[in-house]
């Protein structure tokens, strides 16, 4: 069931790190990044997310889905909000589930580069994608900027 209901995320509000760490990647202790807030970020996040997803064992097509999702959230971000950008990925239930998270410092002002740049009709179908991959999405709105969520069954 796909959901766009803040509530469903399993994380509490929680402040993006200053510097990126690396954990076991499970519900307690996710792999977090920290992004450059730039054309490079979806490439850097797609990046680590496959060597995460590999090391959890994810089968390819999978990975696959989640590379497209994880640049999906990241790029969405860098256009569209302030920095940081910050990812997590983590496998609450192994086999079964990973859990994308996108945080970001909230809404710019003014467009990124790219979609500033697009026609209309040339952006704004990242959200069609998500929901046709994701098993659930949603948003969470922090005092300190936004959480873009994707669960993915693996």
């Not at 990044?33 to 959890?56: K, M």
């Not at 909230?106 to 697009?118: K, T």
């Amino acid at each position: 069931m796909r959901s766009n209901d803040t509530r469903c995320s399993p994380y509490s509000d929680h402040r993006p790190p200053e510097q990126p760490t690396t954990g076991p990647g499970t519900a307690e202790q996710p792999y977090r990044w920290v992004l450059p807030h730039d054309e490079q970020a979806a490439g850097a996040a797609r990046e680590v997310t496959r060597a995460a997803l590999e090391d959890w064992d994810v089968n390819e097509t999978s990975v696959d889905e989640a590379l497209v999702v994880v640049s999906e959230l990241v790029t969405n971000a860098v256009e569209h909000a302030q920095p940081p950008v910050v990812l997590h990925l983590a496998q609450p239930d192994p086999g079964d589930v990973v859990h994308v998270e996108v945080d970001d410092g909230g809404r710019a002002e003014l467009p990124g580069a790219w979609v500033a740049s697009c026609a209309p009709d040339e952006h704004g179908r990242g959200n069609i994608i998500i929901d046709a991959l994701a098993t659930t999405h949603g948003t969470r709105v922090h005092s300190w900027g936004c959480t873009n969520w994707a669960d993915l069954h693996v």
